[in-house]
Every structure is written in structure tokens, then in C-alpha cells.
């Protein structure tokens, strides 16, 4: 009696485990569309330019309390729906031939801001504002980037992390910047708008007129390159 329930024990523990002919159950299979889960969505969706933990990579650190100080959820989630055309920033919305659900980029805005913000972290250091509020005055900009950011890009910005360049200015917006300027891109070492001059940080006019000399060096390369000998 005991010989036989040790055999029907084993034979037990045998279908129970994966026996020859028998077929394990199979995990549920979820849609794109479905996925509600933060991480996976940042990280399939986001990482690869700004970083696995938001603090930015080969772009803006969309995690960093900066640019959440100066970038309001509104916006957030208008740059996920819509992109930034004419640049790498692609539309991730459905509506906008993405593949992100209105349910999804509500959870990667509110997964950021709760995540990553520090509210009141600058309280005594206001930085300037996420847009311009006033056009910009790009002679006033030329001479504020050759005092304060020619170290390390140059007066002219091709000095050795070049920015004045045809091919990083067609890729960019004006947006992308001014936001650049304010937050800096801590994982490549650059100084936010308050560490290029210690003890001087950049007004909000500061940022515009530096932004505005650098759209027209877009300009002026784009015009360089398609005339090199000059106009006739």
C-alpha cells in the first residue's frame, strides 16, 4: 500500500510538471493598446532619448525637477500627442498616427510628474519661463552667448561641443533651445541656466536673445550651404 501511493505520488508530480504531450499554460497576451503599466510604456516609448530614469540622454530631461518646474502637465502632454514636427520628436498619440492610447499618455504624464518633480525646489532660484513670452533680440544674444556659454561651445558656437551646426539646428526647434538653455543636459554636463556664470544666472530675456541669435544661425548656415560662392 505504501509502494503504491509513493508511485501515484510521482506519477502526479510528473503531469503536474510539464510531462511529455502536455502543454503549459500560457501567460495572457496584452495588446499594445492595453498596457497601463508606467514603466513598461516610458520605457518602450521614452528611455531611448531621455533617458531610463528621465534624467535625458541624447535629449531633454523630461525627468529632471527643471524641467518639470517649468514645463506644466498641459505641455507635457501635448508634445506626447503631437510630437515637434520637422524634428526626431515623432506624434505618439492614435489621433496623430501614434500608437499610444489618450488612456496611456495620461499615465506616462502623471507617471513623470509624480515620479520625478520636486515641488518648491526652486523657490528662491525661479527659472525662466518654458516659452517666450516676446520676440527676441539675436545681436543683444550673440554677445550674452559669447560671455557666457563660448567655454565650452565657443563665441560663435563652434567651438568643442559645437551647437551652431547645420545638422543638430535642422533636428531642433526653437523650443527645444530655449528649453535646453534652461535645463541644461545634465547627462552630457551642461550647466542648467543658472551654473554657465555662478552667482548670475539668465534672465528669461537672457534665454530669449540667446535662442533667438541661435534660430538664425540656422538660417544663416542653411543659406551658406545652399550659396556657398555667395548670392549673384
Known amino acids: 500500500m505504501k509502494y503504491g501511493a509513493l508511485v501515484l505520488a510521482a506519477v502526479l508530480g510528473i503531469t503536474s510538471c510539464g ?45 529632471t525637477p527643471v524641467y518639470l518646474a517649468i514645463a506644466d502637465d498641459a505641455t507635457i502632454r501635448r508634445v506626447i500627442e503631437e510630437g515637434r514636427p520637422g524634428t526626431a520628436m515623432q506624434a505618439f498619440a492614435q489621433k496623430a498616427g501614434g500608437m499610444l492610447t489618450d ?25 525662466p519661463a518654458y516659452a517666450a513670452s516676446q520676440p527676441g533680440d539675436g545681436e543683444r544674444g550673440h554677445k550674452l552667448f559669447a560671455a557666457v556659454c563660448s567655454p ?3 563665441p560663435d558656437g563652434r567651438g568643442t ?7 543638430y539646428l535642422a533636428l531642433v526647434s526653437d523650443q527645444h533651445l530655449r528649453t535646453v538653455t534652461i535645463t541644461g543636459m ?10 554657465d556664470v555662478p552667482g548670475k544666472p539668465l ?8 535662442v533667438a541669435w541661435l534660430a538664425s544661425q540656422r538660417l544663416a548656415i542653411s543659406t551658406e550651404l545652399n550659396h556657398p560662392g555667395g548670392s549673384e
Open 19 to 63: 510531462a511529455p504531450g502536455r502543454q503549459p499554460a500560457e501567460a495572457p497576451v496584452i495588446r499594445p493598446s492595453e498596457v497601463a503599466d508606467f514603466r513598461v510604456l516610458y520605457g518602450r516609448n521614452c528611455s531611448g532619448c531621455h533617458g531610463a530614469d528621465g534624467q535625458g540622454a541624447l535629449t531633454v530631461g523630461i525627468g
Open 161 to 167: 561641443r559645437t551647437i551652431a551646426d547645420s545638422s
Open 103 to 127: 488612456a496611456q499618455i495620461d499615465i506616462l504624464v502623471h507617471g513623470i510628474r509624480t515620479r520625478w518633480a520636486k515641488p518648491g525646489a526652486f523657490q528662491n532660484d525661479k527659472p
Open 203 to 210: 534672465s528669461d530675456a537672457d534665454v530669449t536673445d540667446v
Open 186 to 195: 545634465p547627462a552630457l554636463g551642461a550647466p542648467d541656466w543658472r551654473g
Open 152 to 154: 565650452c561651445h565657443g
